[in-house]
């Protein structure tokens, strides 16, 4: 199971990843996720890429398609991966279509999780609450100021990437306000149609 989750931030994406990596045992690849990693590690693209972050802003292309075709090489991805958060523009999503082209891979299903945006400042608000209540750091690009940034950048960047898909016939539309089983709910019977057997 090949899968890409599209939405805006906080639409839920990482809580439905989750749930689909344990149902087919396959790994949900956040390039955020990757990302954090390389600045926790203070590698040299973590310390590039922390400045970018911090402000709100989206690391360029060609870290990102780097990190992503060295993960999905990786030995437990071999079943299947689950991106979240990749592709974020039309040149990522060409650039993964040749990877996979090359590795004779396929993927098996674009969904896009739609949200209202005014109710995504609610649930980031939320998000930030619960990580204090929890005594966890809050994430830097949390703050109401990088999440408008980051919303912008997912409406001008992410927006064509939902018609690229659409017009390969693969995108599917789920509504993401949907209390979260439901979206688990609709994403499974989605997903029903390409297991294969």
């Not at 709100?56 to 991966?81: H, K, M, N, P, Y």
């Not at 039309?90 to 896009?112: F, G, K, P, Y």
């Not at 016939?169 to 390409?194: F, K, N, Y």
Request: glycine content about 8%; hydrophobic content about 45%; overall charge negative.
């Amino acid at each position: 199971m090949r899968l890409i989750l599209l939405g805006p931030p906080g639409a839920g994406k990482g809580t439905q990843s989750a749930r689909f990596m344990q149902k087919y045992g396959i790994p949900q690849l956040s390039t955020g996720d990757m990302l954090r990693a390389a600045v926790s590690a203070a590698t040299p693209i973590g310390l590039k890429a922390k400045a970018i972050m911090d402000a709100g802003g989206l690391v360029s292309d060609d870290i990102v398609v780097g990190i992503v075709a060295d993960r999905i090489r990786e030995s437990d991805a071999t079943r299947g991966f689950i991106l979240d958060g990749f592709p974020r523009t039309v040149n990522q999503a060409q650039a993964l279509d040749a990877m996979l082209a090359e590795q004779h891979m396929d993927l098996d299903s674009v969904i896009e999780l739609k949200v209202d945006e005014a109710a995504l400042l609610d649930r980031i608000a939320s998000r930030v609450q619960e990580m204090v209540a929890a005594g966890k750091p809050v994430r830097a690009d949390d703050n109401p100021d990088a999440f408008k940034t980051r919303l912008d950048a997912y409406r001008t960047l992410t927006a064509p990437v939902s018609a690229y898909y659409e017009k390969k016939g693969r995108l599917r539309t789920i509504d993401g306000m949907a209390p979260a089983d439901t979206v688990t709910e609709m994403i499974d019977e989605v997903l029903s149609h390409c297991v294969k057997a």
